[in-house]
């Protein structure tokens, strides 16, 4: 008896933090799951009810915005994480040398990140602005990049990189000064260069940070949409359209709870098994 008592200890304590877990996060699923399958719509209150996999049907088979709206996610996660991951590193690797005002330039790299989203979407709105924006210096006072259809993706593209570039620098310093110093020394010694010392020492022990970084970044890009609705609220033509700003168009603002529940299903889904095979490919947490 009192080893068993014993054995329920541990369950016991972490009880709390279980309970925690399916209250805010189990039931939201649950609850998501639930309306994706019925008709739930505000504005055509008498035509709600159960629907099955209608929604998922119109979803797959009919919508072409879904469609759009996905292809364009990938496209912006994949440009987003790739210069995200590129600038990051080299400024993980600047900051990372000894050099006078050091401190003053590591808290100047990564000051964006503390900015909100919202603040930093208005402060490039403000830069954009036709006639008062930066763009007066380069010689095109009246261009709205933000209204063009072939410049809205590159300016949405620098402003986000602005402000996810410092997360990446964050972790891969950190990354960096965890790595021994005397495997440099070593590697110096057996006659190694600047770029395989960069190679074979610091990319393999930056492996787990690069990982994590990634993965993290992919899933809050994948989920973007206070920068993408400030900027350009899914436009022009939907051209900016994500798949988590096209269930806030049909959710929130066409008051379709039931297809929204569907959309949002899709990206749980699609998330869901994107991360688990990133995480296997890349061997996280295993040997280097």
């Not at 100047?108 to 490039?124: E, K, N, R």
């Not at 930066?134 to 602005?162: D, H, I, K, S, Y």
């Not at 970084?213 to 400030?230: G, I, K, P, Q």
């Not at 991360?275 to 490919?281: F, Q, T």
């Amino acid at each position: 008896m009192a080893t068993t008592r014993h054995r329920a200890v541990p369950y016991l304590l972490i009880s709390p933090t279980v309970a925690l877990i399916a209250a805010f996060l189990v039931y939201p699923i649950g609850s998501v799951a639930y309306y994706s399958l019925q008709h739930r719509n505000l504005t055509r209150p008498w035509a709600d009810g159960f629907a099955g996999l209608d929604n998922f049907r119109q979803m797959i088979f009919e919508d072409e915005l879904f469609w759009h709206s996905l292809g364009f996610t990938a496209e912006w996660v994949i440009v987003e994480i790739a210069l995200q991951l590129v600038l990051g590193l080299a400024l993980a690797l600047i900051v990372h040398e000894s050099f006078i005002g050091r401190g003053l330039a590591r808290s100047l790299v990564f000051s964006p990140w503390a900015v909100s989203g919202v603040l930093t979407t208005g402060i490039w709105i403000l830069l954009y602005t036709p006639g008062t924006g930066v763009l007066r210096f380069l010689g095109r006072p009246e261009a709205a990049v933000l209204g063009n259809p072939e410049t809205v993706f590159p300016a949405v593209v620098v402003a986000e990189l602005w402000r996810g570039v410092p997360f990446f620098a964050i972790l891969l310093l950190a990354g960096l000064q965890g790595i021994p110093g005397e495997l440099y020394e070593a590697a110096s010694v057996d006659g190694a260069g600047r770029l395989r010392r960069f190679r074979h020492v610091t990319l393999p022990h930056l492996r787990d940070a690069i990982v994590l970084a990634t993965l993290l970044r992919s899933v809050w890009e994948f989920n973007n949409v206070d920068l993408l609705y400030t900027l350009t609220g899914g436009g022009p033509a939907q051209v900016t359209t994500t798949l988590p700003l096209y269930v806030a168009q049909r959710a929130v603002d066409s008051k379709d709870f039931g297809y929204g529940s569907a959309l949002t299903m899709a990206g749980f889904v699609i998330l869901l098994f994107c991360s688990i095979l990133y995480l296997r490919l890349s061997r996280f947490g295993g040997e280097r």
